[in-house]
């Protein structure tokens, strides 16, 4: 079994754990050239979860499964789950809202509420500032990454050094 599968099978067991059935969704990216990988559940008025880094959709699993009668959407950001990497240095700011943008246009949401932490609410405060008729409600668990006079621990900050990202 390849790591991939690998991948899919261990996110199948946590989600039948807390007793969740799932869809996964791939929804095109123009701005970024990719396909974002999407986990749903449910029907209703929509939920969107933007993971913070190192993380991926189905850390959410666990909440999504508490929450009832609303379509709930956890994405894995670029890099991260199965979603494929895309070059942070061209902006990340410029980035993360392109990024939500075709995401949201993709799910077919004019606007949505969203739960997010870490770097998820940093990508989703950065996109309410650009589209703030897009962001309905942000529930922020914990503190957003980056925030002015912070820093990413230094293991985080490894990939933007340019010839250590390639190993790492």
Known sequence: MGSREMFEAAERKLFEEV?????????????????????????????????????????????MSRIKRRRLLAVDRPGFGLTPYVDHRRGLRKMAVAFLTDLLDGLSLDRTDFIVNSMGGLWTLWFSLEQPA???????????????????????????????????
Request: glycine share 12%.
């Open 134 to 168: 897009r962001v309905e409600t942000m529930a922020q668990l914990g503190s957003p990454a980056l925030v002015e006079g912070t820093m990413a621990p230094f293991p985080m900050r490894l990939p933007s050094v340019p010839v250590l990202n390639r190993l790492v």
């Open 19 to 63: 007793g969740l059935e799932y869809q996964v969704r791939w929804v095109d990216i123009p701005a970024l050239g990719i396909k974002a990988r999407v986990l749903e559940v449910g029907g209703g008025k929509p939920l969107l979860f933007v993971h913070g880094g190192a993380a991926m959709a189905a850390n959410w699993a666990q909440l």
